[in-house]
Each structure stands twice: as structure tokens, then as C-alpha cells.
């Protein structure tokens, strides 16, 4: 109830100086507040994303849903404030008299200097709660997190080039795919590095997002909740394709993500023999060196470069 | 040992001796624009041919016959033609060498007609309506890319730009709002209302805040002509390995960026340096109009922040040219140090955009409220509180990259502080409005508007600094959304509010109230719904700068770019308003219009040359409204002596101190 509190005691404070516009404005606010809290709790909130396809996820639509609720009120607190005196306290015409000269009132800048700088700590105690009790809420931590979850995590690392993404599985023989398929109620650990540029891995519906620096291993952890599919983004503006970099990836059950580990390594085994050993970052050197792997493979493009050094056509 | 004392001399605007009167030139003679470019011209051939001739060996740029060596020394000297083309060189040259320096002529030509705004002018009057038309024109220009980023996003899939078009003016759009527009206000009203609001005759250093408005256009042109080499593809943050990898474009960028960061140094340098040592007698610190007090605060940000940038920009420029290793991770450097030197400089600069609105607004309010300025102090410390608060927000921007992992919670704890001291502005604007008598006029309009924007601005910006919501929010249009609310929706509201409430003071011509009026409503609209539907559409998972995007946001989508060309077309009624208003109708308004307290509005309209007869004597502030027996701000006509005198009590006071 912080929130209601700033408006409870702003307006009522100067009343004593006038006809009771503080109350009056109190009094409009109230409702509003109170509708727009419980429309934002019960209808909008369950709906507002990134969706609660993942831990992370869950933890930011809750944040997103706990601070529109606060700071709907502050809103519509200044917005009727601001309309009260625009209607009630216009200059009528042919009244050319000055207002009255207020030049302030300590009670009313003090109980407004507490109430923000309450709400504000409030705010600050809430996040960092919520940071540390969601093992990073789904951002990039580094290469050393300090919040993170116990037992051993699914490891994918996420290697993102221009203008693509990568997967590598270091716990099933480090195989490098295309695919970014990821086991339900499994924690999974992102080791989000790159090739060349700054790119960022935006996993949406997961809540995960972490930047890919070249030589950084920067991680971020979340746990799938639900089946389904996810869009993955870049969300750092990474040079010419950058507005088409984009891929999907799904979430299947563990048993389903056993047997397509299995298979996937199996598959790739040739190749994963010619890439580089898995490690946390990669010289850029060894672009080369997978393009002529995955050429190897058949999965290469027209003149054996997955990814086209410059000049690349329209994906 | 006695302190020797002379007399005061008579001194030129530049603080030298006179010297013998210039001779007069026909008027293609006299250094003014057409020379300046002249220079440029020359200058960058020059450059271009010493880079070539001393970098002959250096790796050359595929498609092209140089490497970036040439290209940077030829923009390097073309901006020391520039200066030199415009005279800006020959008096400092002269005082080098011991030699008097001329005073101007006194032909009409230079003392009154437009040719003086083409030159390279040392009075502070002159360089603040060369700003203003500047600050409009760069305005426009990187409002026509904004157009055309939203033309491209009409569709997801289909392509009216190739992706290199489309980077190219994210790019240009960005960089161009974000370096110049740190200027808008500063600039024009900074520069032309500051002295005369604290009752001085002159500014500090005239040459320096001539030289501040002269590199704007040679900035503005650097950074255009990147688009004939190719453009940049890196917005306007320009991280780094993207920038090093980058074409001969990123020159553009590098040099006009830091050209932009030595203006704005330059600009707050000689602000600062006035506000301090050139109030007039009586402009007691607790009487400073509140915008001098949002010029001090955002002047200091800017001496502080820009030389970061400066640095930042160096570095890529010698990474480009000369193979050093800053920001290349196999060599030594890091991409996180740019990313740290930006954000550094980039933080405080969203409040250079931030606190001359505030003081816009601020001094606007109680005119037309006619009501005393609510909180004079809580609105003065606010400004001074996020002016300070604003160096150790930084990381802010870095939470999802992996840097500092663990400082994430301060980071995240001084961002929501800096919402206390803005939130006083709030305190301030609804204390003034309490039981006020509410005038309608344009300026005020903007006012509000701008009050009802940074609101939302203001309150998106608080889910921002929460990490876990920061990290669905980060890199998607919600941010973009958020700082167009506080910068177009703030900054340029509170620009025009300026332009609107100051323009009779500064041209002596009324702006069309009727076509204000037009302007205020369908940029406010429009506004609103180009910008607010962002948000919705950022949470729903589009990145910023990505040309294609899901499909079912197309019809948001195609709703915010026509909006925008709606918002596009309330500008050109601005336009069309300013150049009816003060080209072909000008309606001459010479008195107080406003029936405003301060201190600017008690000379004539335009200021005579040299603002003030005498200096004049303060005797009270500025928003004494209603105030019975409030005694006139100043005393416009001191008896001569009053203020030496005061001046010599001031000495004695402080030698027994």
C-alpha cells in the first residue's frame, strides 16, 4: 500500500488553505487508483509478458506486474491532480489578478521528499530480492555468476556470429547445431560468447537475456516450465543483418530431449571431430575452421561458408 | 607589497586591446560561411592527400582507394579550414604574436543586417539565434530518418530499404538527435537568455561560444557526408568491435561525435563561467531564475561527461587508423572498456536532454500560473541532485552484458534514486498550480504537454532500472519508447514551449498564436500515439533497429508509422508557423507579452546591443506574482556609482573577512 500512501498525504496538506480542493482530489483519485490496481492485478497481470514459459520469465511478469500495480496510482495521481487544476483553477475571463503567493510549505515538500525516497528503497530492496531469489533473473551474469542454481544445470553455449546463432551441448560429446531444443523443468545454464561483434541473446518467451561479447563467457540460467516453442532474438544491434537474426528454438519434455541429444550427436559426430574443443570463448580465428566443418557435413551454404564472410545475400 | 590597480580599459568583445579599425572588404572578402567552406574544401583535400602520402603502406578499404588514415586527417583539416575559412583563427593568431587586434567596422552590413548571422560573431544575442535556426534545421533532418525508419517497418517482410539503407539511417537518425539536440536548449536560449536574465552586459568568453555553435555545422556535415561513404551500421552507440570492423562511415561518426563532445564542452565551459562571475549586483544565488539554475547544472554535466566521450571516440578513431588494440579482445583491449567510456558519458548526456526542459518548464509555470514558483529551493536541488546522481548510474545500460555482475543492485539503487530529485520538478510544478490562475496560452500548452510526457517517460524509466524486468524491457522498442517520452516528449516539448514564450524577446516578432495552437495539439497527439503504442509493442518481444519483426505486430506497427508521418506534418506547420511568422508576416511585439517578472523581459524587445544600458541593480526575484509590495525585479537605471560602490563594499566586507 506504499503507493497510495504519497497521494493520501500530498494533496491533504495545503487543504487547510482552501475549500477542501485536496480532499476533492483524493477523493477522485481514490476509485481510480483502486480500479486501475485490481484491473492490472486480476486481468491484465496474468497476461502481461514475457508469458511464464520459464522461471525467469515468471519473475519478470511479476516484476512488470508488481510495479505497474505501484505505479499506476503515482500516475494517475499527477494526471487528476494536473486535470483538477486545469479545470477548477483556469483564469476566468476578465480577471487579470495575480494567485496567491505561495512560495512553499515544508510539510508538503517533506512528507513528498519521504514518501518517494520510501517507495524508491522499497523498489530497490524489492529488485534486489527478486534478482538474487531467481539465480539472475534470466540476465547475463558473467563469467563468474555468484547467483546461481545448485545441482548441475543443462550447459548449452549459445555462440553467436554475424548474423547467426549457435548451439553447442558440452555434455553430450560438445556437438555444435543449429537447433536450440531444451529439456522441461530442467535448470539450463546460457554460456553466451561471440565470434565477432557484440551481439545479444534474447530468448523471449524465456525471459533470458544476455549479451554475446567475443572473449566473454557470460552466463545466465532459467528453467523451462512449459512444452512449447520460443523465439530467439539478436537485441543488440550487431551491423547489416541484424534485423534478420532470428531463429526458434523448443522446449520438449526430458525423455523427448534425451533421445534428440542422442541422435543429434550421433549425427554430428563427424563434424564435432573437426571443431574446435569446447571452451567458454573461441578465438575468432576458428570461423574458418567450422565453416569448412559444417561444409564437411552437407550443411554448409552454396560456396561452402555457413555463414558468408561479407556481403551476404538476403537470408 | 601593494597590489597595482589600473584603470579599466576599454576591450574588445575578445578581452584584447583595441587596435585599428579592419578595413572594410566587399562583402565575399569578409570571412563568413561561403569562406568557411571554401576552407573546409581545401582543407580536406589537403588532409586527404597527407594521409595518403604518409599511410601509403597502411592496409587499404576494400572498394575504395584509401585506407581510413586519409579519410580522418582529411575531415581533421577540413574542420581547421572551416575554423579558418570563418576568421575564427585570425584574432587569436594576432594576440599570439603581439599584435592589436582590430575592431570591427561599424558598417550597417556587420552591426545589423542578416550577414551577420553567416559570420562568425561574437555577440552572445547573435550566436544564440544562429543556434536556434541551426538547432530547427538538424531537428528536421534527423526527423525526415526517423520518417523513413517507419516507412520501412509499414511491412515486416517486405523491403522499401536494402538492409545496409536501413542501418544506415537508424544510424544517421540516432546519432544525429542524440549529439546535437544535447545543444537545442543550451544552444539558443543558453546562450541568448542567460546573461540576460542575470543582468549581465556580456558573456564570459564570446569566442569560445562562437567557436561552440561554429563546430555544430561542421559536425552536422561530417556526420551527413558519412551516407556518401557508405554510412554506419552501429547506431548511435557505436560499440565497439562493430565500429572498428565498420567502412570508411564510422570515420564520420568518430570525428563528428567528438567535434560535437569539444562543442558542448566549450558551450557549458563559458555558461558556467558567466552564471558565476557575471551576475549583476543583487542576483543573490537564491535569486537566480530557475532556468539559469537547469543552464548551470546541465553546463557542468557537460564539462564533465563530453571529454569522456572525446577520449572514447579518440580511441576508435587511432583502433581505425593506426592498428591500437583499446577495445580488439585478442590484443590486450576490451569491448567492455567502450562500453564503459560510452554509457560514462551517455548517462549524463539523457540528462543534458533532461534538466533544460525541466528549466524550461520550470520558469514557464509560474507566469502563466501568476503565481511565486513552489519550492524554489527543492526545484534548484533537484537539478543540482540528478546533475550529481547522474555519474553513477552508468552500468545501467550494461545489466544484461556481463559486466560487474555482482554491482548490479547499486546500479540498480542509484537509478531509482535519481527518480527522488526528478520527482521534485513534479513537487515544484503541482505546488505552482495549487489554487493558480491558469493562462492558456501556446507556451504554456507545451508546458503541460511536456509535463504529461515525461510523466510517462519518467515512470517507464523506473521499470527499467529493475534488473529482472530490465531484462525482458532491454534492447526492445519499450526502451525506445521510454527515451523518446523523455527526450521529443520532454526535451523538444519544452524546446518549443521556449521557442513559443522567448521568440518575441529574441526576434521582437510574435509567433501565430492560432497556428501555435494547431501545432500544440496535433504534435501532442500524434506524439503520444506514435510513442505509446512502442511500448506495448517492445514488451511483445520486438528488438530496436531490426527491420523485420513478428508479423502479427504489423498492424501496430503500420499504426505508429503513419502516426509518426501525422507527427512528421505537425513539425512542418512549426516550420511553416516560423518562417510565416518571422520572414513574411512579423508582427512586431516589443513590450512584455506575458506580463512576466524576469529579469530578460525588462529591456526592449530585441535587446539593444549591449543588453543593459547600465548594469542594473537586482532588488528581487523573479516569481514575486501576487505578492503585495513586491519591489520591481531590478533596478534598470542605477544612479552611476551605486554598483561600483556596491563593489567596493563587497571588497572591504571580504578584506575583514
Not at chain 1, 21 to 32: A, D, E, S, T
Not at chain 2, 32 to 49: D, K
Not at chain 2, 510 to 526: C, D, E, P, R, S
Request: hydrophobic content about 50%.
Amino acid at each position: 500500500m506504499s503507493a497510495v500512501t504519497p497521494a493520501a498525504t500530498t494533496p491533504a496538506a495545503p487543504a487547510d488553505a482552501g475549500p477542501g480542493h485536496g480532499l476533492r482530489v483524493f477523493l477522485i483519485w481514490l476509485p481510480l487508483a483502486v480500479i486501475a490496481d485490481l484491473v492490472i492485478w486480476f486481468v491484465w497481470g496474468p497476461h502481461l509478458p514475457p508469458g511464464a514459459m520459464s522461471s525467469s520469465a515468471a519473475n519478470q511478469q511479476s516484476d512488470i506486474k508488481i510495479m505497474a500495480v505501484l505505479a499506476a496510482p503515482v500516475m494517475l495521481f499527477v494526471i487528476t491532480y494536473f486535470s483538477y487544476a486545469l479545470i477548477v483553477w483556469r483564469q476566468r475571463e476578465g480577471d487579470t489578478e495575480d494567485g496567491p503567493p505561495l512560495h512553499g510549505n515544508t510539510r508538503v515538500q517533506a512528507s513528498w521528499i519521504t514518501v518517494t525516497s520510501a517507495i524508491v528503497l522499497s523498489l530497490f530492496i524489492f529488485g534486489t530480492v527478486e534478482l538474487v531469489s531467481s539465480n539472475g533473473a534470466g540476465a547475463g551474469e558473467g563469467p563468474s555468476p555468484i547467483w546461481k542454481p545448485g545441482g548441475s544445470p543443462l550447459q548449452v553455449q549459445v555462440i553467436a556470429q554475424q548474423w547467426k546463432f549457435t548451439y553447442r551441448y558440452p555434455q553430450f560429446g560438445g556437438f555444435e547445431t543449429t537447433q536450440l531444443v531444451l529439456p522441461e523443468g530442467q535448470w539450463v545454464a546460457f554460456h553466451v560468447t561471440s565470434l565477432d561483434v557484440i551481439h545479444s541473446f534474447w530468448a523471449y518467451q524465456l525471459g533470458v537475456k544476455a549479451d554475446a561479447n567475443p572473449g566473454v563467457d557470460n552466463v545466465a540460467y532459467t528453467k523451462p516450465e512449459h512444452n512449447g516453442e520460443f523465439v530467439v532474438r539478436c537485441s543488440e544491434l550487431c551491423g547489416l543483418w541484424h534485423g534478420a537474426m532470428f531463429d526458434y528454438g523448443r522446449v520438449v519434455s526430458l525423455p523427448a530431449f534425451r533421445s534428440w541429444a542422442a541422435a543429434t550427436r550421433v549425427q554430428l559426430a563427424a563434424v564435432t571431430k573437426v571443431l574446435p574443443p569446447y571452451a567458454t570463448t573461441y578465438d575468432p580465428t576458428v570461423v574458418p575452421q567450422i565453416n569448412k566443418a559444417l561444409a564437411k557435413a552437407g550443411i554448409g551454404g552454396a560456396n561452402g561458408y555457413y555463414y558468408p564472410p561479407q556481403d551476404p545475400v538476403q537470408p | 607589497m601593494a597590489i597595482e590597480i589600473q584603470p579599466e580599459k576599454v576591450q574588445g568583445p575578445g578581452g584584447g586591446e583595441p587596435g585599428a579599425a579592419r578595413p572594410a572588404r566587399p562583402w565575399w572578402l569578409r570571412p563568413a560561411v561561403h569562406t568557411a567552406l571554401a576552407g573546409a574544401v581545401i582543407g580536406y583535400i589537403v588532409g586527404h592527400w597527407l594521409g595518403n602520402f604518409l599511410g601509403s603502406n597502411y592496409q587499404q578499404l576494400p572498394l575504395s582507394d584509401s585506407s581510413d588514415f586519409p579519410i580522418v586527417l582529411g575531415y581533421l583539416l577540413a574542420v581547421v579550414g572551416w575554423l579558418a575559412g570563418l576568421g575564427v583563427l585570425n584574432d587569436p593568431l594576432r594576440q599570439m604574436a603581439g599584435r592589436p587586434i582590430p575592431i570591427e567596422e561599424e558598417d550597417a552590413a556587420a552591426a545589423s543586417g542578416l550577414a551577420r548571422y553567416f559570420r562568425y560573431s561574437l555577440d552572445h544575442k547573435v550566436v544564440g539565434i544562429q543556434y536556434l535556426v541551426g538547432m530547427i534545421i538538424y531537428f528536421c533532418t534527423a526527423g525526415l530518418f526517423a520518417m523513413a525508419i517507419r516507412t520501412e517497418l509499414l511491412s515486416p517482410v517486405h523491403h522499401i530499404f536494402s538492409s545496409s539503407t536501413y542501418v544506415e539511417l537508424v544510424g544517421e537518425h540516432g546519432t544525429m538527435m542524440m549529439m546535437l539536440m544535447t545543444s537545442v536548449i543550451v544552444g539558443p536560449f543558453g546562450n541568448f537568455l542567460v546573461p540576460l536574465m542575470i543582468g549581465s552586459k556580456r558573456v564570459a568568453f564570446p569566442r569560445i561560444e562562437a567557436l561552440s555553435f561554429w563546430l555544430t555545422p561542421a559536425a552536422f556535415l561530417i556526420l551527413f557526408s558519412g551516407l556518401m561513404l557508405g554510412g554506419f551500421p552501429f547506431g548511435w552507440t557505436g560499440y565497439a568491435p562493430l565500429s572498428i570492423q565498420a567502412g570508411p562511415g564510422a570515420d564520420s561518426y568518430a570525428i563528428a561525435f567528438g567535434l560535437m563532445g569539444i562543442s558542448i564542452i566549450l558551450a557549458g565551459f563559458n555558461i558556467i563561467v558567466t552564471v558565476i562571475c557575471y551576475r549583476a549586483p543583487g542576483m543573490r544565488w537564491s535569486r537566480l531564475p530557475i532556468f539559469v539554475w537547469s543552464m548551470l547544472a546541465t553546463s557542468v554535466l557537460m564539462v564533465l561527461a563530453a571529454p569522456v566521450l572525446v577520449g572514447g571516440m579518440y580511441m576508435i578513431i587511432t583502433d581505425r587508423t593506426v592498428q591500437t588494440a583499446f577495445f580488439a579482445d585478442q590484443l590486450g583491449g576490451s569491448s567492455y572498456l567502450y562500453q564503459n567510456l560510452f554509457w560514462f558519458f551517455g548517462h549524463p548526456e539523457v540528462y543534458i536532454l533532461a534538466l533544460p526542459g525541466f528549466g524550461i518548464v520550470s520558469e514557464i509555470i509560474p507566469v502563466f500560473c501568476r503565481k511565486p514558483l513552489f519550492g524554489y529551493k527543492t526545484a534548484a536541488a533537484g537539478m543540482i541532485g540528478v546533475t550529481v546522481l547522474s555519474f553513477f548510474v552508468w552500468q545501467h545500460h550494461l545489466f544484461d552484458s556481463g559486466i560487474n555482475p555482482d554491482m548490479r543492485p547499486l546500479f540498480m539503487l542509484t537509478t531509482e534514486l535519481i527518480s527522488i530529485p526528478t520527482g521534485f520538478i513534479y513537487l515544484v510544478a503541482m505546488g505552482t498550480f495549487w489554487k493558480a490562475k491558469i493562462r492558456f496560452t501556446v507556451p504554456m500548452l507545451f508546458a503541460l504537454g511536456m509535463y504529461f510526457n515525461f510523466l510517462i517517460g519518467g515512470i517507464s524509466g523506473v521499470f527499467l532500472s529493475d534488473v529482472p524486468a530490465d531484462t525482458t524491457e532491454h534492447g526492445s522498442f519499450f526502451v525506445m519508447a521510454h527515451f523518446h517520452y523523455t527526450i521529443m516528449g520532454g526535451l523538444i516539448f519544452a524546446f518549443m514551449a521556449g521557442i513559443y514564450y522567448w521568440l518575441p524577446k529574441m526576434m521582437g516578432i510574435k509567433l501565430n498564436q492560432t497556428l501555435g495552437k494547431l501545432h500544440f495539439w496535433t504534435m501532442f497527439i500524434f506524439f503520444n500515439s506514435t510513442f505509446l503504442p512502442l511500448f506495448a509493442v517492445g514488451m511483445a518481444g520486438q528488438p530496436r533497429r531490426a527491420f523485420e519483426y513478428a508479423s502479427n505486430l504489423q498492424t501496430v506497427n503500420d499504426w505508429v508509422s503513419i502516426s509518426s508521418f501525422c507527427l512528421g506534418g505537425s513539425i512542418l506547420i512549426f516550420v511553416i508557423n516560423f518562417v510565416w511568422s518571422t520572414v513574411i508576416v512579423r508582427e512586431r511585439e516589443v513590450g512584455n507579452p506575458w506580463q512576466s517578472r524576469g529579469l530578460e523581459w525588462q529591456v526592449p524587445s530585441p535587446p539593444p546591443p549591449g543588453n543593459f544600458e547600465r548594469v542594473p541593480v537586482v532588488l528581487s526575484g523573479p516569481y514575486e506574482y501576487g505578492t503585495p509590495g513586491a519591489p520591481p525585479v531590478a533596478d534598470l537605471h542605477p544612479p552611476a556609482g551605486v554598483v561600483s560602490a556596491a563593489y567596493a563594499g563587497n571588497q572591504t566586507a571580504g578584506a575583514e573577512a
